[in-house]
């Protein structure tokens, strides 16, 4: 008989934590999950697929406009809100009911349930029942920050709510310059609301290639949306049903609503991590963890956000499912986690993969750059006023490419393939080889010959 009441117990619900649970079933470990809100964590439930959904419905204003220059006659159109909602509510229940049913399918039991470390081996439930476990897993992934507290900060929502507002607002504030304030600034342009972004530093999308960035404000503006750099949220004040917000820059703006999107932080919080012995790393407030996904206590493990390295569902999940093969199947498996693709589906849409150019500037001493800044064949018929990027970083001392980045119309789905193509270190030359495929933007990606740009260090003497 063994001494734990189950072989792993994995706090959180999410992708990563059922991946784990499912995986570590399948081979025999006796499995507990606990989640104390709904089955598929952030992603499924309050993240990428409902806001992929609305970002899909969002586009249809687009698609109405464009349908003109091809001969299209469509009487006008009417948006309701809380159609959009009940639909999406609708489907993510159904997803909820899949992810609970493959756990319980694998032999692992669901418990709907907070959980708390009361030592190494012990969890206690809000239920009042205890079970030991010979290994935890925690992947309670992360939260929305609002970062520093300011006068009506209790008027403000984070996206959790986004997903649930009563009507589309007519105007609205939101703080923030990565992937969620963005996509959310289209999601909203797009089903009609005047929508104001405000962000602290000179430019959107930090951390992502230059061109990148210019490219993705220059076509958000074009579509109507006001992007405020250099400020913040001071002050938010409630007149009845209306907001005004003030700014650092000392003006202020009036709205229904007003977000903020400045980034999540990870779900440690009244876990009884100190209980366990469980060290938080010190530089970005994340579960410590080492290369296996350990902690600081040999039994305890840690996937996903709040562990706070590289924050997206896949990496959540291949983490995940690394540390089931890792522990329970004796094949060691460690996380690649580097040359990872992703995406904001902003709009226009962003994919990426690989090292920027201020990146690989600073780690190679030849640097090439192909870009390619044209307009769709689409907009030449729609008039629409926009144009697509397309950019390769490449080391000009062996022809590798070290990087893709795509804006512009299913660029998330090209960079899907690239990214197959980057992490096999596929050379620019290998690129040249493969014939185009046409009529795609895509094949601009393989018919780019002479550099736009070239950069040599200069060697130290």
């Given at each position: 008989?063994?001494e734990f009441?189950?072989?792993l117990f994995v ?8 991946r784990a649970?499912?995986i570590?079933a ?12 709904r089955m598929?964590?952030t992603?499924?439930?309050?993240g ?5 959904l609305?970002?899909i419905g ?5 698609e ?5 220059g ?7 159109a009417s948006?309701?809100?809380?159609t ?9 229940a ?18 709907k349930?907070r959980a ?6 012990t969890l206690?439930l ?7 476990a010979?290994y935890?897993?925690i992947?309670t992934?992360?939260?929305?920050n609002h970062?520093r507290?300011?006068?009506g ?9 986004a ?7 007519k ?9 969620i ?10 089903y009609g609301?005047d ?6 530093g000179d430019n959107?999308l930090?951390?992502f290639?230059?061109?990148v960035?210019?490219?993705?404000r220059?076509?958000m ?16 004040e ?6 005004t917000?003030h ?5 202020s ?5 007003v977000m ?15 209980k366990?012995?469980?060290?938080i790393n ?6 410590a963890v080492d290369d ?7 039994n305890?493990?840690?996937i996903?956000?709040?562990?706070h ?8 999940i291949?983490?995940g499912?690394a540390?089931?093969d890792?522990?329970f199947?004796k ?5 690649d ?5 992703t ?12 090292l ?11 640097v090439?750059?192909?870009k390619?800044d044209?307009?769709p064949i689409k ?7 926009t144009?697509?990027?397309?950019k390769?970083?490449?080391?000009g ?5 070290l990087?893709?980045?795509i804006?512009?119309e299913?660029?998330a789905?090209?960079?899907q393939?690239?990214a197959?193509a980057v ?12 014939v185009a ?12 010959r ?7 260090r200069?060697a130290a003497?």
């Amino acid at each position: 008989m063994t001494e734990f009441d189950v072989d792993l117990f994995v706090i959180g619900g999410g992708s990563g934590g059922v991946r784990a649970a499912r995986i570590a079933a399948g081979y025999g470990a006796k499995v507990m999950v606990a989640e104390e809100y709904r089955m598929g964590g952030t992603c499924v439930i309050r993240g990428c697929v409902p806001k992929k959904l609305f970002v899909i419905g969002s586009h249809v204003k687009h698609e109405l406009e464009d349908a003109k220059g091809f001969g299209w006659t469509i009487p006008p159109a009417s948006f309701d809100w809380p159609t959009l909602v009940a639909n999406k509510d609708k489907e993510i229940a159904r997803l909820e009911g899949i992810y609970a049913a493959n756990v319980e399918k694998s032999g692992a039991r669901i418990a709907k349930t907070r959980a708390v470390l009361e030592d190494a081996h012990t969890l206690r439930l809000t239920t009042g029942e205890k079970v030991t476990a010979k290994y935890i897993l925690i992947a309670t992934g992360g939260a929305p920050n609002h970062g520093r507290e300011i006068p009506g900060i209790e008027h403000v929502i984070s996206s959790n709510e986004a997903f649930h507002l009563a009507e589309l607002p007519k105007r609205i504030v939101i703080q923030g310059g990565g992937y969620i304030a963005l996509e959310f600034a289209g999601i909203f342009a797009g089903y009609g609301s005047d929508v104001t972004v405000i962000y602290r530093g000179d430019n959107i999308l930090r951390g992502f290639d230059e061109d990148v960035r210019k490219h993705v404000r220059t076509e958000m503006e074009k579509q109507g949306i006001t992007i405020l750099t250099g400020c913040t949220i001071d002050k938010v004040e409630k007149h009845g049903s209306e907001f005004t917000t003030h700014l650092s820059s000392g003006s202020s703006i009036a709205s229904d609503k007003v977000m903020f999107a400045i980034g999540r932080h990870p779900n440690v919080a009244n876990l009884g991590l100190e209980k366990a012995g469980v060290a938080i790393n010190p530089k970005n407030g994340g579960i410590a963890v080492d290369d296996w996904s350990k902690t600081s206590v040999d039994n305890i493990y840690a996937i996903g956000d709040v562990t706070h390295r590289i924050n997206l569902t896949p990496v959540a999940i291949r983490e995940g499912h690394a540390f089931a093969d890792t522990v329970f199947g004796k094949r060691p498996v460690q996380v690649d986690h580097g040359t990872i693709p992703t995406a904001v589906f902003s709009q226009p849409e962003v994919g990426t993969v690989g090292l920027t150019e201020t990146e690989a500037r600073a780690q190679f001493s030849h640097v090439d750059i192909y870009k390619a800044d044209f307009r769709p064949i689409k907009a030449t018929m729609s008039g629409r006023d926009t144009r697509v990027l397309m950019k390769l970083i490449v080391d000009g001392a062996t022809d590798r490419v070290l990087g893709c980045h795509i804006v512009g119309e299913a660029a998330a789905e090209i960079v899907q393939a690239v990214a197959i193509a980057v992490k096999m270190k596929a050379t620019k030359a290998d690129f040249d080889a493969t014939v185009a495929l046409h009529p795609t933007a895509a094949e601009e990606l393989v018919t780019m010959r002479t550099p736009t740009a070239r950069y040599v260090r200069e060697a130290a003497e």
